[in-house]
């Protein structure tokens, strides 16, 4: 089983004990203590107070500066203090590669039996080729290490391929880490390719490396322990990626209904390079979002002919027996049967044809989502308008769908009509940057409804004041949980489980 180890960075030994009490009450496997965080640290007092109260299994760390950490003074002294937490009965202790021989030749043959040597090897600047990193195996291995650990540094998410090789291959308990927040996959994934531990911060603030995730997240959002060689692996391929909701979602249904999946927040900047460097069979399926629903049509080897109509694709899935990309789009029946009910609900309407029929629709944006809304509403019967930045954008899906372009700054003042529909299809006023909106407030009062795809927050600058102005909303939460239905049941074929979709999305978003 693979472990979950808190790093406990605490400056005062005091907030350490209180850090290691939360760490088991979270479900830690073991504590770190990186004494290189200690402030005044006296090693003759502090450690066996800090070894003695531990209320799990330690990893004493005690990391010089330059290999990361915060300590500054001599080897000696720290070679001292750490020889002293192995006869204190500390159960692993870190040493660094390039220090490791020396101290190994310091510490008594005779070492207690449930200790375990970890030496570590950190890069953060990049991450080495496949066989650089193998060699690096072999020279921690040579050293007489009971446990090789190897931390580099993800530029790309493709990075984490190379450590994952390097682990499924190793003869000997490795624990393999790519950081950053490109690098968060490597950290999850540790049970599937043989990781001994992985690392899982006490909250936010409290990380000893860059793109760790805390221990609730691990355990309660990503089912850490439910993790084996067999699970297969999902996930959001966006940039940026980890304000969605996707993840929690996806994954307390997976655990309801026991699919054997846990699904990612992958942030990825080149997707081609990403499909092609993740063709294993275990790798398959995927939510796709900004800025990469566009592109995704030309990755996949078979779209569904409405995605292909969109020209964007927003689901993508690994057939399991000849490993070809299909390509759906989910955003379409997701959006517009939204946006429907959201104008049953304020209208008196029949409902033998569709009450977006004759409509005037307002799509703003002209990327993935917004092509779906645009075609979705033409389809109905509506008459579209597309307002975008960029306004040769606008009209070339303007031109798509038979309808008329505007420049986005022209939404102001663009009121031929009473009674339009606005569907904000862009990014604006998601989180962090919730202060944006596509529209002045002023212009609002000519819609009868208003509907934003973004879901973080809940209810966006746009939704708020559509909703001052007197006018109906319908909230991206919507959009949310009917595309994910559809995403669900590519992914498991399994009928989604609609309530408690919706009870999960209300609560987290």
Not at 440 to 460: G, H, I, M, S
Request: charged residues 20%; hydrophobic residues 40%.
């Amino acid at each position: 089983m693979t472990l979950v180890c808190a790093p406990v960075v605490a400056t005062t030994v005091e907030e350490m004990e209180r850090d290691m009490a939360k760490a088991k009450s979270l479900g830690a496997d073991l504590v770190e203590i990186r004494l290189d965080f200690l402030r005044h640290f006296q090693p003759d007092i502090d450690l066996p107070r800090l070894i003695s109260h531990r209320p799990l299994p330690v990893l004493v760390t005690f990391r010089p500066n330059w290999e990361g950490g915060q300590y500054q003074g001599d080897d000696s002294t720290r070679f001292s203090v750490l020889r002293s937490a192995i006869e204190l009965g500390a159960e692993y202790v870190d040493i660094e590669l390039k220090v490791a021989e020396k101290f190994i030749s310091t510490i008594p043959d005779n070492r207690p039996d449930n200790f375990k040597l970890i030496v570590s090897s950190h890069n953060y600047e990049f991450t080495p080729s496949c066989e650089e990193l193998s060699d690096l195996v072999a020279r921690i291995q040579a050293t007489g290490a009971d446990i090789v650990k190897i931390a580099t540094t993800a530029l790309d998410i493709c990075d984490v391929a190379r450590m994952f090789q390097v682990m499924v291959h190793c003869h000997a308990p490795i624990i393999g880490l790519v950081m950053s927040e490109r690098g968060l996959m490597s950290r999850i994934l540790a049970p599937k390719f043989g990781g001994y531990l992985t690392f899982g911060k006490l909250d936010a603030e409290k990380e000893s490396a860059p793109g760790q995730p805390t221990i609730t997240e691990l355990l309660d959002i990503y089912n850490f322990r439910q993790i084996t060689a067999d699970t297969k692996v999902l996930g959001l391929i966006a940039n940026p990626v980890k304000q969605s909701k996707s993840p929690i979602l996806h994954n307390k249904c997976f655990k309801a209904v026991g699919f054997n999946g846990v699904y990612l927040p992958l942030l990825t900047d080149d997707l081609a390079k990403f499909l092609d460097t993740y063709l294993s069979p275990d790798f398959v399926g995927f939510s796709c979002s900004l800025p990469h629903k566009v592109t995704a049509v030309r990755c996949c080897n078979i779209v569904h002919p409405v995605a292909l109509s969109i020209g964007a694709v927003n689901t993508l899935i690994r057939r399991p027996y000849d490993g070809k990309l299909g390509g759906f789009n989910t955003d379409y029946i997701g959006s517009i049967s939204a946006i429907e009910d959201g104008i049953k609900g304020s209208s008196s309407k029949g409902d033998a044809v569709s009450p977006l029929a004759g409509r005037l629709v307002v799509v703003v944006g002209a990327g993935g989502a917004g092509k779906a809304v645009a075609f979705g509403a033409a389809e109905k019967g509506a008459r579209v308008v597309v307002a975008n930045r960029t306004y040769e954008r606008a009209v070339s899906l303007a031109k798509e769908v038979g309808g008329q372009a505007l420049r986005l700054a022209e939404l102001a003042t663009f009121h031929p009509e009473e009674g339009m529909i606005l569907a904000n299809a862009t990014s604006l006023g998601m989180y962090p940057n919730v202060d944006g909106t596509p529209i002045p407030k002023e212009a609002l009062r000519f819609y009868n409804l208003v509907f934003d795809a973004v879901y973080a927050p809940k209810v966006t600058r746009l939704l708020r004041e559509a909703q001052e102005s007197g006018v109906s909303t319908v909230s991206g939460v919507e959009m949310f949980v009917r595309q994910a239905m559809g995403q669900f049941e590519h992914f498991t074929g399994m009928d989604a489980p609609e309530s408690l979709m919706r009870e999960i999305a209300m609560k987290y978003t």
